[in-house]
């Protein structure tokens, strides 16, 4: 066999072929998953199915709202023992809050807390009036405040501090003063910040 010879002309262009199908969608799908409070949104966007008929899904991750996690409790005119929990009754609380009450205590979860609390009154011996938060039936360190009061002579004591609770905290207010006092009003606010 001989050597191969040289290529020959091109040849005519031929027809035109039939349409190739048109790219699509198939139906996308979409999914909201709640994420903890304070979390970054997130996004995942997958593809599937051929070029005539692509899904797209996608998911997406929202934080979780933050809420009014929050109760109070109060009372009206009593007389409270020295060195006594002050009977309290429940109050105010957003639909849905995560604080209990009971037995004169507001009881928080693990968190950070906004913790108000007071009482106004009189004292018989005049010596004063003094409050204190307690956690547990034990006294919360640097939580005490203090006023002068007689048996005419009304006082007024309040107090708002931070408080952190590692795990659920029975939150109550106790009369400290050496003596009983006779009180017109006694309050105890909580609101969780973190």
Known sequence: MGPQG???PAGAAGETGPAGAA???GTPTAEVTTLPV???PTVDVTASGPSTATVFDFTFGLPA????DSMSAANGAQTVAATTEIPLVQGAAPAGTSLTFATNAITVPAGTYLVSYGMSGTNDTGTGIAIQLYESGAPVTNSTATDTAGATAPGSVSRTILYTAAGPTPLSIYNVTAESVTLSDAYLTVVRIA
């Open 6 to 8: 040289p290529a020959g």
């Open 23 to 25: 790219a699509g969608f």
């Open 65 to 68: 709202p933050v809420t009014t």
């Open 38 to 40: 304070g979390s970054t």
